[in-house]
């Protein structure tokens, strides 16, 4: 499920463009039907704007993933993740960065195609309905140094960074599988960051067994050996052993 028939993910139409950059596209007609704007009384705006804060479980059991993809170099394998997530039973929301989205890092239609869904990058605006159906879990990968840091900053300026900033407080189970350069990871902010992050709940896959920063000027190399299945399986477990806070939420 994991390997890349064709040895490489990002052969395959990387840069065609697509329908992200904050538009709404036709697609999707399945979201359209479950997202019936439904903020729960109490929810920020914030929550309200990232769309991750209501649950109705009277709409659907399928658990929903969001997938933030940020701009580096295994984002162009994402559509890997989405595939294995659907084989597995999830719904599947790609939320790009917008530097994911500039930088052509991520091939759109290839993962609108594998999760049935518009490729989400710009906030929706103020009054439109909510997009995308409240979240079970969140996997953000690859997260850059630089999305890690403002994460960590609680700064919130693209939409995907108000998705993340506000998932822990919801009680959604978060997992973050970091690519970067040792370069990159020695800079003082990107440890303390990844303290922060881990400090607020959030499963970070950086370790000997989980992902490790690579010497500078090999990105390449390490795409297909880039762990998306162990993001995808902490997503899981998270799940489950957050099932019990989460019935509790969804009597609320
Ligand atoms: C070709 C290319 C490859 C890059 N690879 C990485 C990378 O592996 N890790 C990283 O943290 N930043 C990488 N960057 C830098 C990020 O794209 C840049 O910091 C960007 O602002 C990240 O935005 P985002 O965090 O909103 O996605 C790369 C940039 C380019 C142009």
């Known amino acids: 499920m994991w390997e890349n028939s064709e040895g490489h993910g990002c052969a395959a139409g990387r840069g065609a463009g697509g329908t992200a950059g904050g538009t709404v596209s036709s697609r999707g007609p399945r979201a359209d039907r479950r997202i019936a704007d439904a903020r729960p009384k109490g929810t920020s705006t914030l929550a309200s704007a990232a769309g991750v804060a209501s649950r109705d ?3 659907t059991d ?3 993933l969001y997938l933030i993809v940020c701009a580096a170099g295994p984002a162009c394998d994402a ?6 997530a659907r084989d597995r039973g999830w719904d599947v929301c ?6 994911a989205v500039a930088g052509d890092f991520i091939d759109i239609p290839a993962l609108e195609a594998a999760s049935g869904r518009p490729v989400r990058s710009g906030w929706r605006r103020a009054g439109e309905q909510k997009r995308n159906p409240p979240a079970d879990a969140v ?19 693209t939409y995907a960074l108000g998705v993340v900033a506000e998932a822990v407080g919801l009680g959604i189970p978060v997992v973050a599988l970091p690519f970067w350069s040792t370069a990159l990871d020695t800079h003082p902010a990107t440890q303390r960051s990844l303290e922060v992050l881990r400090g607020t709940g959030i499963r970070v896959l950086y370790g000997d067994s989980e992902w490790r920063p690579h010497a500078p000027g090999t990105g390449d190399e390490q795409l297909l050996m880039y762990p998306w299945h162990l993001a995808m399986n902490a997503a899981e477990a998270g799940t489950n052993k957050s099932e019990r806070n989460t019935n509790v939420f969804r009597r609320g």
């Open 139 to 157: 996997i953000v990968a690859p997260m850059t140094m630089n999305t890690a840091n403002k994460w960590a900053a609680g700064i919130a300026d």
């Open 62 to 64: 399928t658990r929903v």
């Open 79 to 84: 559509v890997r993740l989405v595939t294995a």
């Open 57 to 59: 479980p009277a709409v």
């Open 94 to 99: 790609v939320i790009a960065t917008p530097a």
